[in-house]
């Protein structure tokens, strides 16, 4: 049974094109997060979602867009894609969304976005 | 402005041996700190953590050490497996924003040699 499940694994596209990613998680999770994670690997917090409820927006672009139709989905949309997007994308969860001891975050498979 | 550092690209490491894997933060404010491992392809997996009211926190072949002075972190793998092979990434938490934001380093790869 996969806990953290994303859509698609790979996605090749245009720029310009608009796309979206699908996460699911089965573990009853509070809390859900957007990760990227770029060439250089570093893995930054894009977005969280807390029962439906945006908790963080990193400095991201407005091209990029969440929604969370229930508490265990959070998507991930993306308009006029640019070359700058491609990147891995890892979705997570966490039961709650303050970290205390005993606390971490599950990640899904990740998702490799081309864009040509 | 890289708040979480891991400095050693990458280590290599025979089988058998002890794997150190070293993590420093900046911010003051963070009060948890997580290892993760990631193999290729696939996404991060939890493997130990540590709060900042301990320094030090084992978990069977691994063991997390907290200087807080030192604003240091270290991961030891002991005795270290082909297995372990992977990409470690260090990952803190400020409790206080109360928003489970983690700021993560940018990796090492351990290679552990057979």
């Known amino acids: 049974d996969t806990a953290v499940s994303q859509t698609p694994k790979y996605l090749v596209t245009q720029m310009g094109n608009d796309k979206s990613i699908k996460c699911e998680q089965n573990?009853?999770?509070?809390?859900m997060y957007w990760y990227k994670q770029d060439s250089k690997k570093f893995l930054k917090i894009m977005f969280s979602?807390?029962?439906?409820?945006?908790?963080i927006n990193e400095t991201v672009p407005n091209r990029f867009s969440p929604k969370s139709p229930d508490k265990a989905h959070l998507n991930l949309h993306i308009n006029s894609l640019e070359l700058g997007d491609s990147a891995v994308y890892f979705c997570a969860s966490s039961f709650r969304t303050r970290m205390v001891s005993g606390d971490t975050q599950y990640f899904g498979p990740g998702t490799r976005l081309t864009v040509l | 402005d890289q708040q979480v550092k891991q400095n050693s690209p990458s280590l290599s490491v025979q089988e058998g041996r002890i794997s150190i894997l070293n993590c420093d933060y900046t911010n003051s404010m963070f009060d948890y700190f997580l290892w993760y491992k990631k193999y290729p392809a696939e996404g991060p997996t939890f493997l130990i953590s540590?709060?900042?009211?301990?320094d030090k926190n084992e978990d069977g072949r691994f063991t997390v050490f907290l200087n807080k002075s030192a604003k240091h972190l270290s991961l030891h793998i002991v005795p270290s497996q082909p297995g372990d092979s992977a990409v470690y990434f260090c990952a803190a938490s400020a409790g206080s924003s109360n928003t489970g934001k983690l700021i993560f380093g940018q990796g090492t790869t351990l290679q552990v040699k057979p």
């Open positions: 540590i709060s900042s009211i301990k």
């Open positions: 979602y807390n029962n439906k409820e945006l908790i």
């Open positions: 573990l009853g999770h509070d809390t």
